[in-house]
């Protein structure tokens, strides 16, 4: 089963640096499918965002997604590469990433938005 979150993030701060973070409502387990990132229409094109699992006492964070300078609205897939139990790359396999806790975004130099971004996280558990 798929389930669905989204992340408001409101952005605070001069125009051009204000920043901001949104974290999912509950812990997620599962593989992360997809994002669906919608950037508000007065966001600059300075804009960063970083989408990571939280970390916590026992799990380190993990980042889900990242870019800089980019207010384009996408839907993305992330995937790493598949290693063997050596830890070597086995070229051309790609697999999902875990999430197993909250999902942060984080947003940078942007302006004093409401909504800066929307990101909905697709979740397989």
């Not at 994002?35 to 026992?58: K, M, Q, R």
């Not at 697999?95 to 397989?124: F, H």
């Amino acid at each position: 089963m798929i389930h669905a979150t989204t992340i408001r993030v409101t952005t605070v701060g001069t125009n051009g640096v204000a920043t901001g973070a949104g974290y999912s409502l509950a812990p997620l387990n599962g593989e992360l499918v997809s994002l669906a990132i919608d950037w508000n229409a007065s966001a600059p094109g300075t804009s960063d965002i970083a989408i990571t699992v939280e970390a916590d006492a026992d799990i380190p964070a993990l980042t889900l997604y990242g870019k800089s300078d980019s207010v384009a609205d996408a839907v993305v897939y992330p995937r790493v590469q598949a290693t063997s139990t050596a830890g070597d790359a086995i070229e051309g396999q790609y697999v999902p990433l875990p999430v197993t806790g909250r999902i942060k975004v984080a947003v940078t130099g942007c302006n004093a938005l409401t909504n800066a971004v929307v990101v909905t996280a697709y979740v397989r558990n």
